[in-house]
């Protein structure tokens, strides 16, 4: 039985040593339902954050949640954007990233808490107040399109929203192998750096996590050698 790896997700700007196992490319598809969900079906979170109009508090992850689940709820981008601006104040950048671009999140993760966007955790702003219905649904899509197996997914179609490129690496700093979702620019950049990693015998690759433009961004660098590793990899592969 293959070893259980887990998600690297280092504090942001602490640094882990990290060595390269090896790449997986996976194809991110998107359900999106062939006709709207009715108003009247809108879990009670939708229905809360439509209903709080621009709030300050959470703005941007609830324009977020709405701009992603409006996408997959059938909603036309003309439509969708007039409720989505009816009931946000935020930048317009938020709409385009999030409307049938990215999935809308699931019921555990809007409810754990975070310390703001982009994470989505809503647990604090008092948005899920579950009806009766909510307990047989695992998200807002699927409560409003009454998805309850995979079979209902035939009222819907997919598409192809982003190539994602799975990295395995070896985190040094606590001896597991781990994995890190890359893009196609970023699985570049960390190319070039193993390129001339191999040309440099004394560095050793680091993993970090940096926030630009409002976004967690993966950052990878170089660093001088701390010391010999242990010959633990022939032990895990």
């Known amino acids: 039985m293959a070893a259980r790896r887990y998600n690297l ?3 942001e700007g602490s640094e882990i040593p990290i060595s390269v196992l090896g790449v997986d490319r996976r194809e991110e598809m998107l359900w999106i339902a062939s006709d709207p969900a009715l108003r009247e079906n809108f879990p009670p979170c939708i229905k ?3 209903q709080r109009g621009a709030s300050s508090e959470g703005k941007h992850r609830m324009a977020a949640i709405l701009a992603a689940f409006l996408g997959q709820t059938g909603y036309s981008e003309q ?10 104040d935020v930048e317009d950048r938020i709409f385009s990233e999030w409307f049938q671009r990215m999935h809308c999140p ?3 993760t809007l409810k754990k ?4 966007y982009p994470d989505l955790g809503v647990g604090s702003l008092g948005l899920c ?5 909510c307990q047989e649904f695992r998200g807002p899509v699927d409560y409003a399109c009454r998805k309850l197996s995979e079979e209902d ?7 192809h929203i982003k190539t994602l490129y799975i990295v395995r690496v070896f985190d040094w700093s606590r001896g597991l192998e781990c994995e890190i979702e890359l893009s196609e620019a970023e699985l570049a950049d960390l190319n070039e750096l193993l390129t001339e990693m191999k040309e440099q015998r004394e560095k050793a690759l680091a ?8 976004r967690i961004r993966h950052r990878f660098i170089l660093k001088n050698k701390e010391g010999p590793r242990r010959q633990m990899l022939s032990d895990l592969l």
């Open 9 to 11: 997700r280092p504090v």
């Open 48 to 50: 809360n954050i439509l």
């Open 79 to 88: 439509e969708a954007r007039r409720l989505w601006l009816e009931a946000t």
């Open 106 to 108: 699931k019921c555990e």
């Open 113 to 116: 808490e975070s310390k703001g």
């Open 129 to 133: 107040q579950p009806d009766e219905l």
């Open 153 to 159: 997914g035939c009222r819907g179609s997919w598409i």
């Open 207 to 214: 993993y970090t996590r940096i926030k630009a433009h409002g």
